[in-house]
């Protein structure tokens, strides 16, 4: 899986988590967050 962010500003830090779903349409706790800053 992947994804492709557009529009992002240089120098801003952007916080990301994820979580899944399942075919039972039952959710995943979220994931650790991470921090990501754009240079």
Known sequence: MACTLTSVQPE????????????FQRFSEWSNVVDVQVS
């Open 12 to 23: 801003n830090i952007y916080y990301f988590a994820v979580r899944s779903i399942d075919r």
